[in-house]
């Protein structure tokens, strides 16, 4: 069997964790992946991981060929690129994730100038209300909001969104503006479940803390039905910063408790730790960085 197709079999079961998913990575049957890697430790004479049935971990020899086999993968890659004159072009398919209300608003404008800007690249966009595993579900870029608790990701960051109450003027007019959490048991509230998944809401302040149970009178999946029913004022919705910025600026919504809220968190854009970052990948990060800051704009300038 090609030794060099044993390393790739051997590189994707330890960046996926199980063999099942190297299978899917590479397009091979699991029992191809198998006997791939069986073949490779027959070959070398040692055993490269230990099986478990709960995870597979690397020998000591096995982390000493991995990092070999990777730099081999790399250059023979590199010189393959390099044989066609394709080193360091942009070029090939790319796969960006965001959420589904960020990719919509906010990323697929982005990606469709990308597009116009590098021709030689398609791009998958995967609207994902959940975390994906980069490297298991194969994408090569995505779109974080909160904390970075995994260290094997590269970040770059694009600025900060918060949770804002927003409701249309003619609603508060009509219903009063709340000043106290406790007020909201008294508005209709309409619940968004990307922002509000629990009713029970907490709130912080230097001076307060507590919490307030909602009661939405209509609850939905989808951010732009929530913030259609709050500017036709059917009543108090919460949504993040960058979905409801034209709406504040232009006055149709406006912010309510804003001092009870929380602060505001990170949004980045993530791609797998590499030493050699696809040129189709460095491409992307550059031109859209900048792009996504200013769609995500200032969320302070929201509060006044």
Known sequence: ????????????????????????????????????????????????????????????????????????????????????????????????????????????PVVREFLAAHPRISVSLVALDRVANLVEEGIDVAVRIGGLPDSNLMAKRLGNVRRLFVASPAYLERCGVPTEPSDLKTHSIIGFTGTMSSHDWHYKTESQRGHVQLHPRLEVNDAST??????????????????????????????????????????HLVYPQSKLVAPKVRAFLEFSADRLRKAIGDTELLLG
């Open 226 to 267: 929530a913030l259609t029913a709050a500017s036709d004022g059917e009543g108090i919705t919460l949504a993040l910063s960058y979905m409801v910025a034209e709406q504040v600026r232009n006055g149709e919504l406006v912010p309510v408790l804003s001092e009870f809220l929380p602060p505001a968190e990170p949004i």
């Open 1 to 108: 069997m090609d030794r060099i197709l044993q390393m790739e079999v051997f590189a994707a079961i330890n960046d996926s964790g199980s063999f099942v998913q190297a299978a899917n990575r590479l397009r091979m049957s699991p029992p191809a992946v198998t006997r791939a890697m069986n073949a490779l430790e027959d070959r070398l004479g040692v055993q490269l991981l230990t099986r478990s049935t709960r995870q597979l971990s690397l020998t000591d020899p096995g982390t000493r060929f991995l990092d070999s086999s990777r730099r081999l993968l790399s250059e023979i890659e590199a010189a393959e690129k390099q044989a066609v004159g394709e080193i360091g072009v942009a070029q090939g398919h790319l796969t960006v994730s965001a959420s589904m209300t960020f990719s919509r608003m906010i990323a697929a």
